[in-house]
């Protein structure tokens, strides 16, 4: 049984690199792995990752370790993974595209089934055998197809806007691919892919 605790954030996205570690050696047929194994490989201390999934309950044996199937399904419960995720994408442009067609390669129940744009030469065309839609309906089809979850590939000065249609919505979590602080007075969940912030951070370690 998984415990229902309020974890860090730190934690929460270290879960994801267990997870796809988890799945890496599920796939290669390994079926039991210590925290020892696992922070050498995936650098992070033993104890660090005894910890966070002991905040959880008690997934392994003292001497055995963790059995990777097992751990595998309850990472996935606590990450609500266990579960159909249905995600909107607005801003069909060459980002927007991309992230779409990635959909064909994701193994959980996490989906992007809708994609809106403002321009009306792209509405009626599809990205991965979706429709893309305009922006007037985004509000009835994220009741209709029970949308949680959405990506905003828009250009910075329409962000803002398309978050707040979002959130109007009543989506509860924005991964926000355009570089501006998108604010809200509303408990949504807020999360920023900024490449360029990356590539600048990468770069400080160049010789």
Known sequence: MVKSVKISEAVVRRLPIYLRYLSH???VGVTTVSSQQMGKTLDVNPAQIRKDLAAFGDFGKKGIGYDV?????????????????????VGAGHLGHAISNYNAYLQDNMR???????????????????????????K???????????????PASAAQSVADQLIDAGIEGILNFAPITIKT???VRIDYADVTSSLQSLAYYLT
Not at 82 to 88: F, G, N
Not at 115 to 126: H, L, R, S, V
Not at 140 to 154: G, P, W, Y
């Open 185 to 187: 007075d509303k408990d």
């Open 69 to 89: 199937h097992y751990l595998i399904e309850k990472i996935r419960q606590i990450l609500k993974l266990d579960q159909e995720i249905h995600v909107a994408l």
């Open 25 to 27: 050696l599920q796939q």
């Open 112 to 138: 992007i089934v809708a994609i809106f744009d403002a321009d009306p030469n792209k509405q009626g065309k599809q990205i991965a055998g979706i429709s893309i839609q305009p922006m007037d309906e985004l």
């Open 140 to 154: 009835q089809t994220v009741k209709e197809k029970q949308i949680r979850l959405a990506i905003i590939t828009v």
